[in-house]
T-cell receptor
Framework: EDQVTQSPEALRLQEGESSSLNCSYT??????LFWYRQDPGKGPEFLFT???AGEEKEKERLKATLTKKESFLHITAPKPEDSATYLC????????????FGTGTRLTIIP | ETGVTQTPRHLVMGMTNKKSLKCEQH?????MYWYKQSAKKPLELMFV???????ENNSVPSRFSPECPNSSHLFLHLHTLQPEDSALYLC?????????????FGPGTRLTVL
């Protein structure tokens, strides 16, 4: 069974203080690893898809990286508007369209 | 806006009521999904429809009944729910044309069962 563990559960940073969120996973044949951002009371918003170890993708202050066991979401010089819950999900060989999600990291950026 | 809309955004119902949640996608996708999101728990896949055919029912109780009349619309019919069914119900869609499809989510319906 596919599993996703995200850490830390919550993270508070000062504006401009860079850090990283972790997503550890076990999956039978990774087809894709997904990062989403979710604001309170809203649906998850797609950020990145990573397909193979060594791949990296960037969007504004966010950069996602992937190894065979984990993914990191690096946030550089964050701003208060980056505050949200960040969700990681994996899609494996035997799950068809199924995504297995972690419980998320709640990120708060303090002005 | 992601191109996936859900109505209503909030719903309060009693345990004996019957209600329906609606989802519509304007992305030309072929696959649609229902997820349940409860506090402190990961998103939980409930149902998957691909080209209007149900391809996954993730052991969901029969008090939840999905309907997919076409590739753009998805419903979740609710009856005799329990208080523990209170949660955020999310609809998503994906192209349905490759092995690794990105799923795009709607804003969700916040359901409270009294």
């Amino acid at each position: 069974e596919d599993q996703v563990t995200q850490s830390p559960e919550a993270l508070r940073l000062q504006e401009g203080e860079s850090s990283s969120l972790n997503c550890s996973y076990t999956v039978s044949g990774l087809r894709g690893l997904f990062w989403y951002r979710q604001d309170p009371g809203k649906g998850p918003e797609f950020l990145f898809t990573l397909y193979s170890a060594g791949e990296e993708k960037e969007k504004e202050r966010l950069k996602a990286t992937l190894t065979k066991k984990e993914s990191f979401l690096h946030i550089t010089a964050p701003k208060p508007e980056d505050s949200a819950t960040y969700l990681c999900a994996v899609q494996g060989d035997f799950g068809n369209e199924k995504l297995t999600f972690g419980t998320g990291t709640r990120l708060t950026i303090i002005p | 806006e992601t191109g996936v809309t859900q109505t209503p955004r909030h719903l309060v119902m009693g345990m004996t009521n019957k209600k329906s949640l609606k989802c519509e996608q304007h992305l030309g996708h072929n696959a649609m999904y229902w997820y349940k999101q409860s506090a402190k728990k990961p998103l939980e896949l409930m149902f998957v429809y691909n080209f209007k055919e149900q391809t996954e029912n993730n052991s969901v109780p029969s008090r939840f009944s999905p309907e997919c009349p076409n590739s753009s619309h998805l419903f979740l019919h609710l009856h005799t729910l329990q208080p523990e069914d209170s949660a955020l119900y999310l609809c998503a869609s994906s192209p349905g044309t490759s092995n690794t499809d990105t799923q795009y989510f709607g804003p969700g319906t916040r359901l409270t069962v009294l």
